[in-house]
């Protein structure tokens, strides 16, 4: 069946960095875009970052341009981000999202079909 | 606009309706047709029960259905389940080309 997994979260002191995994199965990974949602602590969702099939295109939350980057690895079907200058509001859950075609037609997904269970990133210090 | 607009709560006994909305601006659902809604149980994955206002995947239960007048969507869910009991959150694509989710609101099965 369809799994995503993500690892990698933990405690991160500001301005230090972090890299996310998730290992997907179940499903050809290089035939989809994939995406990272967060949630932070008592709060809501929040769309952080966008990659299409082969990498090409990359997308990202203005909260996060410029310090996150997004890459994948379709011959091992993993996603990653990359979390650089992290600062204590970018303590969440980490969600990350299969995003089918049909979601896939603008510049950002406008719907993820199978998610993650999530991990936590802390930044305190 | 950071968020779009949800209930914090709505609750209802087994085997009633209830209908959650969601409010946004003429710059997301007021423009576009790309609504979603997605079920939260706590410590579980976001699970898709509606895309693109109204349509249902696979797989999920026609006692959900989504719509939209103007600038609020709505989801509703008929036939109240104990299992319903979850957090529910909407979805937006923006004209500032973003994805834009809802507040969130906590359905309550009494």
């Known amino acids: 069946q369809v799994q995503l997994v993500e690892s990698g979260g933990g405690l991160v002191k500001p301005g230090g960095s972090l890299r996310l995994s998730c290992t997907v199965s179940?499903?050809?990974?290089?035939?989809?875009?994939m995406a990272w949602i967060r949630q932070a602590p008592g709060k809501g969702l929040e769309y952080i970052s966008f990659i299409s099939y082969s990498s090409s295109f990359t997308n990202y939350a203005h909260s996060v341009r410029g310090r996150f980057t997004i890459t994948r690895d379709n011959t091992n079907n993993s996603l990653y981000l990359q979390m650089d200058s992290l600062r204590a509001e970018d303590t969440a859950v980490y969600f990350c999202?299969?995003?089918?075609?049909?979601?896939?037609?603008?510049?950002?997904?406008?719907?993820?079909?199978?998610w993650g269970q999530g991990t936590l990133v802390t930044v305190s210090s | 606009q950071s968020a779009l607009t949800q209930p914090a709560s709505v609750s209802g006994s087994p085997g009633q309706s209830i209908t959650i909305s969601c409010l946004g601006t003429i710059g997301d659902i007021g423009s576009y047709k790309f609504v979603a809604w997605y079920q939260v149980h706590p410590g579980e994955a976001p699970n898709l029960i509606i895309y693109d206002v109204d349509h249902r995947p696979s797989g999920v239960s026609d006692r959900f259905s989504g719509s939209k007048s103007g600038n609020t969507a709505s989801l509703t869910i008929s036939g109240l389940q104990p299992d319903d009991e979850a957090d529910y959150y909407c979805s937006s694509y923006t004209s500032r080309t973003t994805l834009l989710f809802g507040t969130g609101t906590r359905v309550t099965v009494l």
């Open positions: 179940g499903f050809t990974f290089s035939d989809y875009y």
């Open positions: 999202a299969r995003v089918p075609s049909q979601a896939a037609r603008m510049s950002v997904p406008t719907f993820c079909d199978r």
